[in-house]
């Protein structure tokens, strides 16, 4: 059984995003003592939802070039 590659981007999306909002309220109520950390997170939660965004446009390319071929 394969997993389709949109469902895994989608996932990783969203995962991505929640890190993102939980390490932006963790800084807005937190103190400055966690900031380097705080942004570091952010920053490799930007980076993952870039890399799956990336993977869902890939694997939309290649279904619309299959569908292409098929057609």
Do not use: C, H
């Not at 980076?47 to 965004?53: E, L, P």
């Amino acid at each position: 059984m394969t997993i389709p590659p949109l469902s895994i981007a989608a996932a990783g999306m969203q995962n991505a995003a929640n890190r993102f909002e939980a390490s932006a309220r963790r800084t807005a109520s937190g103190s400055l003592d966690n900031l380097a950390v705080e942004a570091v997170e952010q920053i490799r939660a930007k980076q993952d939802f870039s890399a799956n965004a990336a993977v869902a446009r890939t694997a939309d390319e290649m279904t619309g070039t299959l569908l292409d071929i098929l057609v």
